[in-house]
C-alpha cells in the first residue's frame, strides 16, 4: 500500500485525557531513541493493545478515530513518527510525517 493513498484514511490513536486537555498517546523507545504515535488500521486492533501499551495510571485513555492526514500534521509538528501497530503490537508499517 502506497503511503500517499492512506491520507484519506481513517485510522484509530489512544487520545489521553479525552473531553479535557487532550493528547495523543505516545511512546519512547529507549532502544531507538524513537518517538511514536501507536496508531491502528481496526478499532478493535487498538482497543486491544492500548490495554497492554504503558500507560500512566491517573491518566484516561479512549479510542478515537482521526484522519491520517491529520495525525501526519501533528506528528510532524511535535516530533513524532507513526507505527500502525495489529492488535499484539507489532509493527505493521512506520510512517514519517
Do not use: H
Request: aromatic fraction near 10%.
Amino acid at each position: 500500500m502506497n503511503e500517499n493513498s492512506d491520507n484519506g484514511s481513517w485510522v484509530y490513536v489512544a487520545v489521553e485525557d479525552p473531553g479535557g486537555n487532550e493528547k495523543f498517546m505516545g511512546l519512547y523507545d529507549e532502544k531507538t531513541r524513537i518517538s511514536y504515535i501507536p496508531a491502528f488500521y481496526e478499532k478493535e486492533d487498538a482497543m486491544a493493545c492500548v490495554i497492554n501499551l504503558p500507560r500512566s495510571p491517573e491518566k484516561k485513555y479512549e479510542v478515537q478515530a482521526i484522519l491520517l492526514e491529520e495525525l501526519k500534521k501533528d506528528a510532524r509538528n511535535n516530533g513524532f513518527l507513526i507505527f500502525m501497530l495489529d492488535a499484539e503490537g507489532r509493527i505493521l508499517k512506520q510512517i514519517q510525517p
